[in-house]
């Protein structure tokens, strides 16, 4: 699957895309924002607070209960501030 | 119905665009907004996400084709840094009436401030911060629940 | 504020009108009003009251400018003879934030239809008729009391 | 005082502006019209229903009620139809 963090997720993540190996055990959006905090001190800080974290499947806004799928683009972003 | 949605770095002039679009429609409503200076901000760095933003517009622009009856529409959304009085956005929309072309073009507008992909942040003197989001940006989108 | 009502028979282009009104504004909200030719109109012909018009619709600028915070506020009208797709009419406002701008663009135009003095006639096919008040304009108006 | 007649109600009287004296017994928008009507046939079909009319006392719309003097300018004219 392909990830793509944005705006301070980016930033703190250290990386905006990364091709990715969706472990067995992870079926939803929050079970991937679980296992990426599990994955070093950047990424601990940019999913500390998953209300503070909005996600896209597919390019489409998705809640923290949506399925995931490898092959799936799924993305992490603060709530938008567009116009 | 004629729709054009552009997220693009360089800057953009607001009379080829209208003028355009108001070929034939009675009714002609846009909205341009800038890059405001009065709170010191000395630069904007907007980022979006390619693809998502664009289909978050047109997604919003097929709602409002649907919602009242539009002739065009067009979008355009600036990223990268810009300065105060720089143009960001401009959402333009032709329309028999002027009803039906104030409504969309507010709608879109509420619409792009709180669900397109584009992220901001602002410089002032050396430091840089997120923009949050606005909770009257969320009122203003729900009231075309 | 920045005001400029202008009463002209020649056309304008909206370019040069909105970008000089949109420095120094966050939010920008125009309207543009062109000859429909679709009910088979061939020419529209426009009448004014010189002086009473002018001072209506500033009369109405300064009650829109009571209203909401505005920066600016730009009222072109044509009069005379015009063609389908010929542009009318331009209402053009700038403020700090797009709620104001949106608000005393619609103000100023639902007013200008029901109380600045300018009449207009259809020719169609030879025969000339005067354009009646819409009940609906009055109700628009009627929304801001 | 100065008269002034838009619209159709310029095309009914066949002119667009004069120079009036007021009479002395016209002392409202109301009564200039009824007199104005006595003045000939373009006139009577121009006045003939003041609810299909509008009046302005100094450029200023004004109800049939409203005072006129001499030196006012009075206009008469169809509701208007701008934008």
């Known amino acids: 699957m392909k990830l793509l963090f944005f705006a301070w997720v980016r930033q703190k993540t250290g990386k905006g895309e990364e091709d990715f190996a969706l472990p067995a055990n992870v079926a939803t959006v929050g079970e991937l924002a679980d296992h990426l905090r599990a994955r070093g001190p950047g990424y601990a800080d940019a999913f500390a607070d998953l209300s503070r974290l909005r996600a896209a499947v597919n390019q489409e806004h998705a809640s923290f209960d949506a399925p995931v799928n490898d092959g799936d683009e799924v993305a992490f972003f603060p709530p938008v501030t567009g116009g | ?43 904007l760095i907007l980022e979006h996400y390619p693809g998502m933003a664009e289909r978050e517009i047109a997604r919003h622009v097929d709602e409002a084709a649907r919602r009242w009856p539009l ?31 104030f409504c969309a073009c507010e709608f879109l507008m509420d619409h792009l401030k709180t669900t397109a992909a584009f992220w901001k942040q602002e410089r002032r003197g050396g430091e840089t911060r997120w923009v949050e989001t606005k909770t009257s940006d969320d009122d203003a989108a729900a009231r075309w629940k």
């Open chain 2, 1 to 43: 119905m004629k729709t054009r949605i552009k997220i693009q770095t360089e800057p953009f002039d607001l009379g080829p665009e209208l003028e355009e679009l108001s070929q034939g429609a009675g009714a002609l409503a846009t909205f341009a907004g800038h890059v405001r200076g009065d709170d010191g901000t000395d630069t």
């Open chain 2, 71 to 101: 002739l065009g529409v067009t979008v355009i959304h600036r990223t990268g840094e810009l300065k105060p009085g720089e143009r960001i956005v401009l959402v333009a929309v032709a329309a028999g009436h002027r009803r039906e072309a």
